[in-house]
T-cell receptor, first 109, second 115 residues
């Protein structure tokens, strides 16, 4: 079982819709959770970090963490074509960092 | 002002050669990392240094040797390059490795092609 699992997609949403990205992780003692956005040919860019259960909002982005279910999600409201990218979920457990394989999102104008 | 920089951006070389990639961060972070992203876009940690001390050393061939002359620099030297080493190598840094200060910021990447 992979440490971090994501639906690879592709996920397509119309412009203005809500995009929902999901991630599960295997280690119950994982402490920190991150969402990165990666455009093709570019480096990962940090969008959100979340450390405790519940929701964390930043502009159009909301991260949700449920440690009991070992689940973390990212909601993108009012999706824009510029949001089209691969979204990587990352989990920190102790000194280890694990990335998911990413979900490809396409926002259709 | 580039926060995390890497050189070179592209590296094309022959099998068997030795090459180095350099990384520098001006964020004042204590922890730096090397990641490898393969052709399937899977990002895997290779090494982590905290204040010049090796913290994480994943199962990578010992042909790969990181060196941290100070906490702002983490270089990666690769000996006897193989075809399978072709990938994009990312450097990253964070304030710390644990707690709530471990948000990582990535450099632009070095695309290594071994012929």
């Amino acid at each position: 079982q992979k440490e971090v699992e994501q639906n690879s997609g592709p996920l397509s949403v119309p412009e203005g819709a809500i995009a929902s990205l999901n991630c599960t992780y295997s280690d119950r003692v994982s402490q920190s959770f991150f969402w990165y956005r990666q455009y093709s040919g570019k480096s990962p860019e940090l969008i959100m970090s979340i450390y405790s259960n519940g929701d964390k909002e930043d502009g159009r982005f909301t991260a949700q963490l449920n440690k009991a279910s070992q689940y973390v999600s990212l909601l993108i409201r009012d999706s824009q074509p510029s949001d089209s990218a691969t979204y990587l979920c990352a989990v920190n457990t102790g000194n280890q960092f694990y990335f998911g394989t990413g979900t490809s999102l396409t926002v259709i104008p | 002002d580039t926060a995390v920089s890497q050189t070179p951006k592209y590296l094309v070389t022959q099998m068997g050669n030795d090459k180095s990639i350099k990384c520098e961060q001006n964020l004042g972070h204590d922890t730096m990392y090397w990641y490898k992203q393969d052709s399937k876009k899977f990002l895997k940690i290779m090494f982590s240094y905290n204040n010049k001390e090796l913290i994480i050393n994943e199962t990578v061939p010992n042909r790969f040797s990181p060196k941290s002359p100070d906490k702002a620099h983490l270089n990666l030297h690769i000996n006897s390059l193989e075809l399978g080493d072709s990938a994009v190598y990312f450097c990253a840094s964070s304030r710390a490795i644990g707690g709530t200060y471990n948000e990582q910021f990535f450099g632009p990447g070095t695309r290594l092609t071994v012929l």
